[in-house]
C-alpha cells in the first residue's frame, strides 16, 4: 500500500467526503461564473449577443405564424424586442444585412405583415416599430430564410427508408399533433431503438417518463410554461439522467451530454416511425423542479434533462423554418 491509500485509509469518512463537496463547489463555481461572464444580458451588447436577441425574438414570431388557429395581431411585445434587437445588431455589426439572424429575422416580419394585409386586418403600429430600410429588406426577404413552412403527413411516409441524412434534414420540429393516440408498442419501439445512443462507459444513465395521461400532461405542460397556446399532445416525454451511475465528481456534467445525445436518438427515431416531435427544455426554478418530479415521480437522485412533446402527424400543420447559420459561420479547423 502506497502512502496515498494509507492517509485515505487512516482519514475520518466525513473529511474525505468534505474534500469531495469542497472540490464540487469549487468546480461549479468555475463554471457558473464563466458562464455568467458570458451570457446575453442588458450590460452585454457583443455581435454574438445581438444575434442570440434577434434570433430569439424572431423564432417567437416564427411560433405565432406557425398556428394553425392563427390569431391576428398576436406578438406585439416580441416585435417591440425584436424591433430593439435588430437595432442593436445594426450598431455592432456592420455587415448585418449577411447575418443569418437578420435574414431570418425580416423574413419572418415580410410573412407577419402578409398574413395581416391580405387578410385585411390592419396592424399601423406594429409596423411603426420598424424603420422604412427594415421594411424594405423584409420584402425583398427569401421566404425560405425565415417564417412558417407547411409540414405534411403523406411526406413522411418513406421515412422508415429513406437515407439518414435526409431523414435528418427533413426532420422538424412539430407542436401540433393529430388526435389518435400513441401507443404502447410505438413508444416502446422508439425508446429501444435510441439506447443505441452512446454513453460514457457505456453506463446508460437515462430514464424516461413517458406520460400518456391527458391531465398529467396539461399540469407539465403548464408548469413548463413553453408550451402556450398549443393543443395538449398525445404524448410527452421527459427525460432524466440517473445521477447514481456516475463514480467521480468529475462527471457531474456527464447526465447532461448523456440525456443529450439519447434525446436527440429519440427524436430521430421518432421522424423514422412517423411520429411528430418537439423538444421542449427543462431549465426549471428550484420550486418548478421539485412540482414536476412530485407530479412525475422523479426521484432527487435524476437530473432532468427535457421534455419532447410528441403525437402522429396530422394531415397538415405549419412550423417554424428556423434557418439555421451557414457552416462557415460555426466551424473551427484547427490544422
Not at 237 to 249: K, Q
Not at 253 to 276: C, P, Q, R, Y
Request: aromatic residues 10%; contains cysteine.
Amino acid at each position: 500500500m502506497n502512502i496515498k491509500d494509507e492517509v485515505k485509509k487512516l482519514t475520518p469518512v466525513f473529511l474525505l467526503e468534505r474534500k469531495q463537496w469542497l472540490h464540487l463547489k469549487h468546480e461549479s463555481l468555475y463554471q457558473l461564473k464563466r458562464f455568467y461572464n458570458a451570457i446575453t444580458n442588458g450590460s452585454n451588447n457583443n455581435v454574438n449577443h445581438c444575434i442570440a436577441k434577434v434570433t430569439f425574438y424572431s423564432h417567437q414570431i416564427e411560433k405565432g405564424l406557425s398556428h394553425s388557429n392563427f390569431r391576428y395581431g398576436f406578438g406585439k411585445s416580441a416585435l417591440m424586442n425584436l424591433s430593439s434587437a435588430l437595432e442593436d445588431l445594426k450598431r455592432c455589426d456592420s455587415d448585418y444585412p449577411e447575418c443569418a439572424a437578420y435574414q431570418s429575422a425580416v423574413a419572418a416580419l415580410q410573412e407577419y405583415r402578409y398574413k395581416h394585409e391580405n387578410a385585411g386586418y390592419h396592424i399601423d403600429d406594429m409596423i411603426a416599430l420598424f424603420p422604412s430600410d427594415i421594411w424594405n429588406d423584409a420584402s425583398a426577404s427569401a421566404s425560405a430564410n425565415g417564417g412558417s413552412v407547411p409540414v405534411k403527413a403523406s411526406l413522411k411516409d418513406g421515412n422508415a427508408t429513406i437515407p439518414f441524412e435526409n431523414l435528418f434534414l427533413n426532420r422538424r420540429s412539430v407542436r401540433e399533433f393529430s388526435d389518435s393516440p400513441l401507443t404502447e408498442t410505438e413508444i416502446q419501439h422508439v425508446i429501444e431503438v435510441a439506447t443505441k445512443a452512446p454513453s460514457v462507459c457505456n453506463r446508460q444513465p437515462v430514464r424516461v417518463y413517458a406520460i400518456t395521461n391527458k391531465s398529467v400532461i396539461e399540469k407539465a405542460l403548464k408548469l413548463q410554461g413553453g408550451f402556450n397556446g398549443y393543443k395538449v399532445p398525445p404524448a410527452l416525454f421527459l427525460i432524466t439522467a440517473d445521477n447514481e451511475a456516475f463514480l467521480s465528481i468529475s462527471e457531474h456534467n456527464e447526465g447532461f451530454v448523456d440525456g443529450g445525445l439519447f434525446s436527440m436518438a429519440l427524436l430521430m427515431a421518432m421522424e423514422a416511425n412517423k411520429i411528430a416531435a418537439c423538444p421542449l427544455n427543462t431549465m426549471f426554478s428550484k420550486q418548478i423542479d421539485q412540482q414536476t418530479r412530485n407530479l412525475i415521480g422523479v426521484p432527487e437522485n435524476e437530473f432532468l434533462i427535457m421534455y419532447i412533446a410528441a403525437g402522429h402527424f396530422p394531415d397538415e400543420t405549419h412550423t417554424c423554418i428556423s434557418k439555421r447559420y451557414p457552416v462557415q459561420d460555426i466551424l473551427t479547423i484547427v490544422r
